[in-house]
């Protein structure tokens, strides 16, 4: 959107940045931390923020040796070409990264590689190495490292939002704020960007700068057809990554690149369990074995009702070994996995909320091979032909077409009622986007910088060719990082588009707009009769969790409400919804967590222990 001098600012801050994932909360702290007025423009509402660092394992890439790491690095690239600011920023930044972590986030890092027999991949078959692909040259240079010992938790996230929390009085941030247009002067120098807030487009101006980190695509149909060329794919990360900062870059002149490179997360094949539209897949948890997907009786066959895939081999985050190439294999578009009654009477024992959810809700059965090939649209005869194939390899122990290990196959029973279990493909992140260089500008088609114009995280991030562990993060904290402190360099080039009367501390042209106040607050205000106390957890997977307990004079449970929560809708709320009354009937917070929402639930063991410690020490006085 071209403007000239005459615009109307709704608001004048020092930088702008849009979206509110791990890039941007890392962009707004090190932008105020330069002296920047910051706002923060977040699509998804309250509690729902943080992108897909909030849902990620919260691994963090780490190298102890730089130059070894380059080799590995390039390795990773397969060939394809890397710019060397980039590459020199991106192994900086990993480099130093203990240091960020210390110095910067306030936590020491939890290293992988100094607790080998006491890190979420202790189980892994090689504990000597965290490298994603440890037969590369140098993959001992790479290595991983957590803000505690844990994953899949939110904890990176928590500790970058509470960076931000803790620089409120420089940083604004608005939710449910998209933004709509990038705002430039003739000379594509970028000055603002219009934002939808309330129901009303606002004009924001930004003196010094404009961060896009807002994600990638991987909720856009549309895109993930146009630009990666698959039928659709199911986000198992946040619903909010629609692609919105692809439209903005495109109308900003940004140039494109990465765009087909994405990762997956899933159990059989690379392929994840059943959900209704509009909900969020769910992988492989990590808290259970999931074996029965691929041994026993029980095979993985495409559109046309044949195999096409070793079944039991995981793949990397997506990506297959192909003849000497790591690739993303083609997605087919309606996949499933069919099995027997006894591999049923399996599936059936996992005591897994996903998985007993798709049982009940997506499972297809038939008394006959031919009335189950009829419900799920294939030739009886290939689904025939496919299970006696299928029992030949078993019998013989050589699967001939995929080698799938002998133990992992049993003979399949078509005597009895067989099983079809639809399954979709999975899309964790798409690092497509707009093009940057080492100083995390936006390059224009020319390979030029675009005047005031950034870009950190998933959205146009670093990685080019194969899944490369823990850098997605990385990049949200090195880009981040670099981003902030160059968007809020005072800027000589403003052409003064800006009113002269702008209030450049309180970064408010309009200050008696309340719309236009910060929408981030941490206080709770909350009625407590005799006997009540507040409970506080920030351990789920949303933002705080806030609890009112009532016990009685001899500090039994007696009810616990939940006044504050924003779990995922899925899994989450069914721990929030779930353990009150457990706990109030046991009287006691130490209760089991609910299956498939782990984390949920020790937040809310950890808000009601939180209160009954208010409690006790009440009582003691």
């Keep these: 959107m071209i403007i000239d001098k005459s615009i109307n600012w709704d608001k004048v801050y020092d930088v702008v940045v ?16 330069n002296g920047a007025k910051v706002l923060v423009a977040e699509k998804a509402p309250e509690g729902h923020e943080g992108g897909n660092t909030r849902y ?6 780490y190298t102890p040796d730089p130059e070894k790491f380059r080799t590995y690095y390039k390795q990773l690239a397969q060939g394809f070409h890397i710019d060397k600011d980039v590459e020199d920023t991106v192994i900086k930044g990993l480099s130093n990264m203990k240091d960020y972590f210390s110095k910067y986030l306030e936590v020491e890092p939890f290293v992988f590689g100094e607790h080998p027999n006491d890190n979420p991949l202790s189980h892994t078959a090689d504990n000597q190495t965290t490298a994603t692909h440890p037969e590369f040259t140098n993959s001992s240079a790479s290595e991983l490292m957590t803000v505690h010992n844990g994953m899949f938790d939110s904890a990176l996230w928590t500790v970058l939002r509470e960076r931000v929390i803790d620089r409120m009085d420089n940083i604004d941030v608005w939710f449910e704020s998209p933004a709509v247009h990038i705002i430039q002067t003739p000379d594509k120098t970028v000055v603002g960007v219009q934002i939808k807030r309330k129901g009303k487009v606002r004009n924001i101006g930004a003196r010094n700068g404009v961060v896009l980190s807002t994600g990638g695509f991987s909720n856009s149909k549309i895109k993930i057809q146009d630009f990666i060329g698959e039928h659709h794919l199911a ?5 909010y990554n629609t692609g919105d900062g692809i439209d903005l870059a495109i109308e900003a002149g940004a140039r494109l690149w990465h765009m087909t490179t994405y990762n997956s997360a899933g159990i059989v094949g690379d392929l994840t369990l059943p959900v ?12 259970i074995d999931a074996k029965e997907m691929y041994t026993g009786s029980i095979f993985l066959v495409g559109d046309d009702g044949t195999r096409y895939c070793r079944e039991d081999i995981f793949s990397i985050e997506g990506w297959f070994y192909n003849h000497g190439q790591w690739r993303t ?28 959810r798709a049982l009940k809700n997506f499972l297809i059965s038939a008394d006959s091979v031919e009335k189950l090939a009829a419900k799920i649209g294939v030739e009886t005869e290939t689904l025939i032909s496919t299970i006696d194939m299928f029992n030949s390899y078993a019998e013989s122990g050589n699967d001939l077409d995929y080698r799938r290990a002998a133990d992992t196959m049993e003979r399949f029973d078509a005597t009895h009622t067989v099983y079809a279990l639809p399954m979709v493909q999975s899309i964790a992140q798409t690092h497509g986007g707009p093009k940057r260089n080492g100083k995390a500008e936006i390059m224009d088609p020319f390979n030029n910088a675009i005047p005031h114009f950034y870009g950190a995280g998933e959205l146009g991030s670093n990685i080019v060719r194969i899944y490369q562990g823990g850098e997605n993060l990385a990049d949200c904290l090195i880009f981040g990082k670099v981003a902030g402190e160059n968007a809020a360099k005072v800027k000589p080039d403003r052409n003064n588009v800006f009113d002269d009367n702008s209030d450049v501390t309180s970064g408010a042209s309009v200050k008696e707009d309340t719309d236009l106040s910060t929408d981030l607050k941490k206080k709770y205000t909350v009625k407590l009769d005799k006997n009540q106390f507040l409970g506080v957890s920030s351990a789920g997977m949303g933002n705080d969790i806030v609890v009112r307990i009532t016990v009685d004079d001899d500090l039994n449970l007696k009810n616990v409400e939940v006044l504050q929560e924003s779990e995922s809708e899925d899994y989450g ?13 046991k009287n006691t917070y130490d209760v089991d967590v609910v299956s498939g929402a782990s984390s949920s639930s020790r937040a809310m063991r950890e808000a009601v222990k939180n209160a009954l410690d208010s409690a006790k020490e009440f009582h003691s006085k």
Excluded: C
């Design 56 to 61: 990620s394992g919260q691994n963090v890439g």
């Design 235 to 239: 986000p198992v990360g946040t619903l």
């Design 18 to 33: 849009l979206g509110f994932g791990g890039a941007g909360a890392s962009a707004a702290r090190f932008a105020a931390d």
């Design 573 to 585: 709320k069914r721990a929030i919804k779930t353990l009150p009354k457990i706990m109030v009937e």
């Design 276 to 287: 209704h539209e509009g909900e969020r897949s769910i992988f492989q948890p990590a808290d």
């Design 329 to 356: 294999p083609q997605a087919p578009i309606k996949p499933y996995v069919v099995f027997d009654q006894k591999q049923y009477e399996r599936l059936a024992k996992i005591d897994h909320v996903p998985y007993q």
